[in-house]
């Protein structure tokens, strides 16, 4: 072999590993958007929410959905609609910090998140999680996932879905009102 031909099989060999390295480093830097809750949404039969000092639990008997503690309003289809469609299927993406010192940034601490548990038939729970607000995207929210203490970006706002008002998941039901009923005229009893 001539020795220009061994230099350039040298840096041949240099090159492709440069590309492969540089390769690896990028694919490090995609952001892998997996979803939350993986479960089979049939099997969640209470749902916690907590913000602050303030919570409220959904229970599931049968098919029907209730406010726990409260008789007088009944399920809005549409917010509960709205948690299974949106909240149940918000993605993680990218891992913004694995500190959790910084959690108050996040606003996912304790005392700062707003808490979601999903708990099954037999009283374990599924799945927990903490969002937190983003400050600089409004599009979208920072959330813990279980013990996990990496804080994701999620790809959306579900926040606002997470409402801890009775007057967000329920409303009074509504009275069927039936026409008067026709009073026979004296003509008509005659």
């Given at each position: 072999?001539?020795?220009?031909?061994?230099?350039?099989?040298?840096?041949?060999?240099?090159?492709?590993?440069?590309?492969?390295?540089?390769n690896?480093?990028?694919?490090?830097?995609?952001?892998?958007?997996?979803s939350?809750?993986?479960?089979?949404?049939?099997?969640?039969?209470?749902?916690?929410?907590?913000?602050?000092?303030?919570?409220?639990?959904?229970?599931?008997?049968?098919?029907?959905?209730?406010?726990?503690?409260?008789?007088?309003?009944?399920?809005?289809?549409?917010?509960?609609?709205?948690?299974?469609?949106?909240?149940?299927?918000?993605?993680?993406?990218?891992?913004?910090?694995?500190?959790?010192?910084?959690?108050?940034k996040?606003?996912i601490?304790?005392?700062?998140?707003?808490?979601?548990?999903?708990?099954?038939?037999?009283?374990?729970?599924?799945?927990?999680?903490?969002?937190?607000?983003?400050?600089?995207?409004?599009?979208?929210?920072?959330?813990?996932?279980?013990?996990?203490?990496?804080?994701?970006?999620?790809?959306?706002?579900?926040?606002?879905?997470?409402?801890?008002?009775?007057?967000?998941?329920?409303?009074?039901?509504?009275?069927?009102?039936?026409?008067?009923?026709?009073?026979?005229?004296?003509?008509?009893?005659?």
């Amino acid at each position: 072999m001539t020795k220009n031909l061994k230099i350039s099989l040298i840096l041949l060999c240099i090159l492709i590993g440069i590309y492969f390295i540089i390769n690896k480093k990028q694919n490090n830097l995609i952001s892998k958007s997996t979803s939350i809750f993986l479960d089979n949404p049939n099997d969640i039969f209470k749902i916690l929410i907590q913000k602050e000092n303030d919570a409220i639990e959904l229970i599931r008997m049968d098919t029907t959905w209730k406010i726990s503690g409260n008789d007088t309003l009944i399920i809005k289809q549409r917010s509960l609609d709205n948690f299974f469609d949106n909240v149940l299927k918000v993605n993680r993406e990218t891992i913004i910090s694995e500190d959790p010192t910084k959690y108050d940034k996040y606003s996912i601490t304790d005392s700062l998140g707003t808490h979601l548990a999903l708990i099954n038939s037999i009283g374990d729970t599924s799945a927990y999680y903490i969002f937190g607000r983003s400050r600089s995207d409004y599009s979208r929210s920072y959330v813990r996932v279980n013990i996990d203490p990496r804080v994701y970006l999620a790809n959306q706002n579900v926040i606002y879905m997470l409402s801890t008002q009775e007057n967000y998941w329920g409303e009074k039901q509504k009275k069927e009102i039936f026409p008067p009923a026709s009073v026979p005229s004296n003509s008509e009893t005659n």
